[in-house]
């Protein structure tokens, strides 16, 4: 999920190099169709749960207590606000850091952001080797700082070949930290509730 969402903007920006913005949104419009095609398809079988059904407001009241007594679970959610307040600069910014910095155009953008979506889709391939050698808080902190390199060299890079290189550098940054992250809360939540931490943690990090 975290790699996908990484590659996919970089495919978007090679589509609006090469066929302009309006052809991107109408295949983004087109694009929804396949996972709604699939929800629709599908037979769910789902397992009954053994508790109680709970009242919307006690459900939610019970997983906001829950989720502001688990000290992890606090310290995951703190942690993806930062990196989402501050790591979606790299993205958010990056038109202008091509047309007034680089002074490039669409085609120059479309590559940056090929450098993060290829960034991204090796992190995400490497993420189960890297795991094997280091433990998931200091995966987290070594792609915090990957992502912190990116933005720090982005601000001045003299040329589109290094942005890129920083860019891809963030990119493997970016899809395992989200994916730390994600992991971290659902480590630390039972699973009679996970699905509420999990909301909250995406509320604020996406908020």
Known sequence: FNTVRSVGPALGGFIVAAFGAPIAL??????????????????WTVQGSPLPRQ???AAIY???????????IIAAITRGTLLGITGIAILALL????????NGGAIVYGMLMGGFGIGALLGG?????????????WLIRLSCLA???????????????LSIA?????????VNAWSGLGVSV??????????????????????
Do not use: K
């Open 186 to 207: 659902q480590l630390a939540s039972p699973r009679w509730i996970v699905g509420r931490t999990i909301s909250i943690y995406y509320a604020f990090t996406y908020g």
């Open 125 to 137: 391939v490497a993420a189960n080797r890297i795991r094997r050698l280091v433990s998931l808080e």
């Open 147 to 161: 992502c912190a390199a990116c933005s720090f060299t982005l601000t001045y890079s003299p040329s589109p070949l």
């Open 95 to 102: 038109p202008l850091i091509v047309r007034d910095h680089l």
């Open 166 to 174: 920083a860019l891809a550098l963030g990119g493997v940054g970016w």
């Open 55 to 57: 009242p919307v407001a």
């Open 62 to 72: 019970d997983g906001a207590r829950f989720t502001l007594i688990s000290s992890e």
């Open 26 to 43: 109408v295949l983004s419009a087109i694009s929804y169709m396949v996972p709604l095609a699939a929800v629709l398809r599908t037979r």
